[in-house]
């Protein structure tokens, strides 16, 4: 991985906040804050709970992210509480070390405290056994699985393995829902596709600031339009220089692997790119502090390939295969079990 530039924000420049940079020639190896206390694990498996104080809020009506398409659109997924046992099932079985601790519902006989403090305990054997083959039944899941996140940030301290788990399992369950959710335009990549996807996966990579508040709506005068700012995230963290990236990352990822893997057609179907790019940015967002410029700077990216897909690339491959310019085909046998018939 290339050094990357140490950029800060103008209220915060604290030492240990992983970042970029904007300067010419000052270059700085991004450190994690728990890698400053002592040896061993810089993140110790295992619940952390909070001191005596009073714990933050737990909103259990609002979406971590209400601009997320899982929220803005009307979605079915035939026989979803059969679908929801399925995804829950695979995703515990592949990831046993980081699901264990949200499997079932905390002990009260060794952890009393937690039903003090935590209002709505919520565990993946929970999630399963409920219906969601109700009215906002998909909303109500969302909030759910969200709840496993929730409560474990509000209970544990924030600097923490299972913290960072619990966000996570929630990302890895929003993309098996977003791909059956747009299992009908999720098409295979053929050459032409490839080569259309491929021209926004060079504009993200090239993107500015400039680029990206325009894009978002946000016309600013003195937004930078030089500076590319996906270069924290083209190559994958040093191991060596950032170790403890590893013991939180599960699917560790990066843009110039995503390029390549299109570019030499290692991925099948269009989501499966569109997930990888997501993993890219919510990968910074689960290990990085809010205060800093490479968590913002993932938040945007996020925002702005979310917005090429849905405002770019999807209406523009619609109309080029209107006017039979392409030939757009899916899984026949994935859509079948999508539809229950396979």
Known sequence: MPPRKKRTLEESEAEGKVGADTGESEVSTPVAVSS??????KYPPGKHPRGENKLPNVDYETPIDADLELYKDEWTIPKFNLFISFILDNLVETYKS???DFIKLPSRKFHPQYYYKIQKPISINEIKSRDYE???GSHIFLLDVELL???????NEADTLIVKNSMQIVNYIRYEVLKAKNIKRNYLLTEDVSSRLLAYVNRLINATDKDIDKQLGFV???????MKISTPFLELVDRDELSEYY???QRPVALSIIKKNLEVGLYSKIYDLIIDMQLVFENALVFNHSDTLIYQDAKKLLKYFNSLMQNNFFPELQDASERGEIKLEYDKIEFEQYLGTG
């Open 36 to 41: 400053i206390n002592g040896d061993g694990p």
């Open 134 to 136: 109700v009215p906002k």
């Open 98 to 100: 980081m699901f264990k």
């Open 220 to 226: 600013f005068q003195n937004s930078d339009d030089t």
């Open 149 to 155: 996140t929730k409560n474990c940030a509000s209970y």
């Open 247 to 249: 013991e939180i990352i």
